[in-house]
């Protein structure tokens, strides 16, 4: 359950870098800061996870910066949905036993 909050711990705090970071960027462009963030938001929400396990905060925040905080967390809820539905199939189990067991929460 720790590596979980870490991870959303780590979410907040990309997502509050990276609103500063487009503030800064959209002051000296003149812009909302766009042109740099059209990465593919699924791309940028496993190779930021990726890192989140590796615990590289180098990779964190590059990833974390290819697309908007919005997008990023999007991406990182449609990977914890669709790894919860794989992991459900594997084991064949209900997903929200396994979401559960991968929290460390009791079976309900």
Do not use: K
């Amino acid at each position: 359950m720790g590596r979980v909050v870490r991870l959303f711990g780590r979410i907040r705090e990309a997502w509050d870098r990276s609103r500063t970071a487009r503030r800064t960027e959209g002051s000296r462009e003149g812009d909302a800061g766009g042109g740099s963030r059209s990465h593919n938001l699924f791309e940028a929400a496993a190779a930021y996870v990726s890192a989140c396990v590796d615990d590289d905060q180098d990779r964190i925040d590059e990833a974390a910066g290819r697309v908007s905080p919005e997008a990023l967390s999007f991406g990182v809820n449609e990977l914890a949905c669709r790894a919860v539905i794989a992991l459900a199939r594997e084991r064949d189990e209900p997903p929200r036993d396994v979401a559960r067991a991968l929290l460390g929460l009791p079976a309900v």
